[in-house]
């Protein structure tokens, strides 16, 4: 019982810090199964996280493009 307490995170972003690997799967698959039954709420925060993505790609394409100089 112990083993399954220890893989839920009791602060995420902590287990983030420490590089936790189980509790940050954990987590991240509780936060996308919450996501995906929280229905139209859930959708705004999915397009959050594309939009992000986009953000985060165009960030590395400038790094690409300035790292040779």
Known sequence: MEVL?????????AALASGNMLQIIV?????????????????????????????IMKMVEIVMRVAPY
């Open 5 to 13: 307490i220890g893989m839920v995170p009791s602060n995420p972003v």
């Open 27 to 55: 987590f991240a698959l509780l936060f996308g199964i919450a996501i995906t039954m929280a229905g139209e709420r859930g959708k705004h925060v999915l397009n959050l996280f594309h939009d992000l993505d986009s953000v």
